[in-house]
């Protein structure tokens, strides 16, 4: 891993199946945080609401993970991927079943900003991944 995983992330635990690690690499001007999965972790349904700008931009850093936004197929990731999650938009990103993975979130500036956590991933959706 490119960086350290940091801490157990407990403060979101609720919003996660599995075990997930924090590492927060800047809060100024943008929150940027590097975040590990074990195997088979992954976060529930979320949406990045925003007036204006805002959603998600993830960079893969290792590993191999699956991000997929509400009535699309998930997208696999491999480091250097970079997924641009828009505003607005259902989604859910995490490990694949039987490999660790992490990536860098960022949360692009906007207006209006908030997070809703929605249902977990089911786990016969999980279940088809490799």
Known sequence: MIFQ???KNDAY???FDGQSYRNLLSSKQVAIAAV???????NHWHIHH????????????AGRGYCQLWGEEPIELK???????PANAKHWHGAAPNEWFQHIAVEVPGTETSNEW?????????GKLK
């Open 5 to 7: 995983k940091g801490s």
């Open 13 to 15: 635990a609720q919003y």
């Open 36 to 42: 590990t999965f074990e195997p088979g972790c992954r």
């Open 50 to 61: 925003a007036k204006t700008g805002g959603g998600q931009i993830l960079i893969a850093t």
């Open 79 to 85: 480091p250097g991927d970079v997924v641009n999650v």
């Open 118 to 126: 929605c249902e977990p991933v089911s786990e016969k959706e999980y």
